[in-house]
T-cell receptor, first 111, second 111 residues
């Protein structure tokens, strides 16, 4: 069982919808990540929060908006997405030596 | 930019055969990590190698880190059907929060 919890597991949304993905970890890690993963590809880094501050933004379009309310929680707000944004969205927290503990992910379909 | 190449892309073996995947980084790494992703699942951290020439074993899995800290390998002895999945290496450079993932090797095992 993963110690990083993501909700929802599945999400279908239209291009005009606004939705949010949520991630929670209770391992005391101080850095959390959002990744996007397409089928048969490696995870692609989107954002990194370190000590609740945004430290890396990999030039992600503004229709994705991250938020870190506290050291245990990470949100990803979605607005006006495109069909090509359909993917598995993974949250991870950073452990010792930079190891990543991934959540089970949210499978997003944009219609 | 920094890259981590991984080969082969895909391998199909008979159960009981051995399997090896290789990673090569364009730059020296502070550590290299290995992840396994089962079909339909999320990446799961397997191990981290830090020292030049390091070798670590986990049951039938043997992980090596090259002397120059630029390459690594994962060897599975006597594969089982439970080994099916995609294996990713991921490298970390000093003072970085960003893991650079290899493209992954997809392993299929014929029973």
């Amino acid at each position: 069982d993963t110690e990083v919890t993501q909700t929802p597991k599945h999400l279908v949304m239209g291009m005009t919808n606004k939705k949010s993905l949520k991630c929670e970890q209770h391992m005391g890690h101080r850095a959390m990540y959002w990744y996007k993963q397409k089928a048969k590809k490696p995870p692609e880094l989107m954002f990194v929060y370190s000590y609740e501050k945004l430290s890396i933004n990999e030039s992600v379009p503004s229709r994705f908006s991250p938020e870190c309310p506290n050291s245990s929680l990470l949100n990803l707000h979605l607005h006006a997405l495109q069909p090509e944004d359909s993917a598995l969205y993974l949250c991870a927290s950073r452990g010792y030596g930079g190891s990543q503990y991934f959540g089970a992910g949210t499978r997003l379909s944009v219609l | 930019g920094q890259q981590v190449m991984q080969i082969p892309q895909y391998q199909h073996v008979q159960e009981g055969e051995d399997f090896t995947t290789y990673c090569n980084s364009s730059t020296t790494l502070s550590n290299i990590q290995w992840y396994k992703q089962r079909p339909g699942g999320h990446p799961v951290f397997l191990i981290q190698l830090v020292k030049s020439g390091e070798v670590k074993k986990q049951k039938r899995l043997t992980f090596q880190f090259g002397e120059a800290k630029k390459n690594s390998s994962l060897h599975i002895t006597a594969t089982q059907t439970t080994d099916v999945g995609t294996y990713f290496c991921a490298g970390l450079t000093d003072s970085s929060y960003k893991l650079i993932f290899g493209s992954g090797t997809r392993l299929l095992v014929r029973p």
